[in-house]
């Protein structure tokens, strides 16, 4: 039986960002970053307000449709709770549209703040980590930037059950805990990017070689993740998706190129155009004002434990 929760609950998401792939995990494998949204959210009397502040304050509809509120409401639904109206305000940091998981971020954060309503009227209402990342994925319909979110770290995720239903797909993911040396660069461009369209580029079929190369790569990204930063390079190489998309990503492309000659593991962040620097050392001062030079801006950001609802 559904549950009402009482006027005046309040809970605030802190949730991450994140990159999926890491080069050839496409897909698969994917790291928070410790770039965060805060999404806060109130029970009233009746009726949505919703605000947004920074990132995307003027881009997305500010109604029932926001993907925020209706994660929200789904994180309800799920928990067995409802509640007459809803407060929610959303304050954004993780820029739109560049390959750093907004998206997911938003749909975690929403059903992490519901989660958080339905645990402060009643802890055994409270929804499993497993299960966040289950209905995150179901909004991505893919689990990588949803489990990262969620779990913290670096993730493995896959899919279980029948692939071809999206009904019956079950979404997995475990966390990795990834080596203390290791720091995350992001160089985000000033443009967007669709991931459907990076998507499209995408071919139907691969060859044999191409996918056993980033077999090898993606188990080898795992041990350089966790036990040998020093295999970095190696482990983030792929054939399967980056050249496909370079022609719409030529400056995501070339700046990939620039700093994996200069030894930097570095890679698409998810569907582009951000790159992805993996490295334990400081990016050198000279590549930094190159790009920024470029209009790239260049953030260090340490990795992220998850979402957090406080």
Same mark, same amino acid.
């Given at each position: 039986?559904?549950?009402?929760?009482? %006027?005046?609950?309040? !809970?605030?998401?802190?949730?991450?960002?994140?990159? +999926?792939?890491?080069?050839?995990?496409?897909?698969?494998?994917?790291?928070?970053?410790?770039?965060?949204?805060? %999404?806060? !959210?109130?029970?009233?009397?009746?009726?949505?307000? %919703?605000?947004?502040?920074?990132?995307?304050?003027?881009?997305?509809?500010?109604?029932?449709?926001?993907?925020?509120?209706?994660? @929200?409401?789904?994180?309800?639904?799920?928990?067995?709770?409802?509640?007459?109206?809803?407060? $929610?305000?959303?304050?954004? $940091?993780?820029?739109?549209?560049?390959?750093?998981?907004?998206?997911? &971020?938003?749909? !975690?954060?929403?059903?992490?703040? +519901?989660?958080?309503?339905?645990?402060?009227?009643?802890?055994?209402?409270?929804?499993?980590?497993?299960?966040?990342?289950?209905?995150?994925?179901?909004?991505?319909?893919?689990?990588?930037? +949803?489990? *990262?979110?969620?779990?913290?770290?670096?993730?493995? &995720?896959? %899919?279980?059950?029948?692939?071809?239903?999206?009904?019956?797909? !079950?979404?997995? *993911?475990?966390?990795?805990?990834?080596?203390?040396?290791?720091?995350? $660069?992001?160089?985000?461009?000033?443009?967007?990017?669709?991931?459907?369209?990076?998507?499209?580029?995408?071919?139907?079929? /691969?060859?044999?070689?191409?996918?056993?190369?980033?077999?090898?790569?993606? +188990?080898?990204?795992? @041990?350089?993740?966790?036990?040998?930063?020093?295999?970095?390079?190696?482990?983030?190489?792929?054939?399967?998706?980056?050249?496909?998309?370079?022609?719409?990503?030529?400056?995501?492309?070339?700046?990939?190129?620039?700093?994996?000659?200069?030894?930097?593991?570095?890679?698409?962040?998810?569907?582009?155009?951000?790159?992805?620097?993996?490295?334990?050392?400081?990016?050198?001062? &000279?590549?930094?004002?190159?790009?920024?030079?470029?209009?790239?801006?260049?953030?260090?950001?340490?990795?992220?434990?998850?979402?957090? /609802?406080?």
């Amino acid at each position: 039986m559904t549950q009402t929760l009482p %006027i005046g609950l309040r !809970v605030t998401a802190r949730v991450p960002a994140s990159s +999926a792939n890491l080069g050839p995990g496409f897909d698969t494998l994917g790291l928070a970053l410790d770039l965060c949204d805060e %999404i806060t !959210v109130t029970t009233t009397q009746s009726g949505l307000t %919703i605000r947004v502040e920074g990132e995307g304050a003027d881009d997305v509809p500010w109604g029932p449709s926001h993907l925020v509120v209706r994660a @929200v409401e789904r994180g309800l639904e799920s928990a067995g709770v409802w509640a007459d109206g809803l407060d $929610v305000l959303c304050r954004n $940091v993780i820029p739109h549209s560049r390959g750093l998981g907004s998206s997911a &971020s938003a749909v !975690v954060g929403g059903l992490a703040a +519901a989660n958080g309503l339905a645990k402060k009227l009643d802890p055994n209402l409270a929804l499993s980590d497993e299960q966040l990342v289950q209905l995150a994925a179901e909004f991505e319909g893919h689990p990588d930037n +949803a489990a *990262a979110s969620v779990l913290g770290g670096a993730v493995v &995720s896959w %899919i279980d059950g029948d692939c071809t239903n999206v009904a019956e797909r !079950v979404y997995r *993911a475990v966390r990795l805990d990834v080596h203390g040396d290791i720091r995350a $660069v992001v160089l985000v461009p000033s443009e967007r990017s669709s991931t459907a369209h990076t998507r499209g580029l995408l071919p139907e079929t /691969v060859p044999h070689r191409d996918a056993a190369f980033n077999v090898s790569r993606a +188990a080898l990204a795992v @041990v350089a993740l966790t036990k040998r930063p020093d295999l970095l390079l190696p482990a983030t190489a792929d054939l399967l998706h980056q050249n496909q998309r370079a022609p719409a990503l030529p400056l995501t492309t070339r700046w990939i190129a620039r700093l994996r000659a200069e030894g930097i593991a570095a890679a698409v962040s998810g569907a582009g155009p951000t790159v992805l620097a993996l490295t334990t050392a400081p990016i050198p001062e &000279s590549l930094r004002a190159e790009a920024e030079s470029e209009g790239l801006s260049v953030l260090d950001l340490d990795l992220s434990d998850g979402v957090s /609802v406080v």
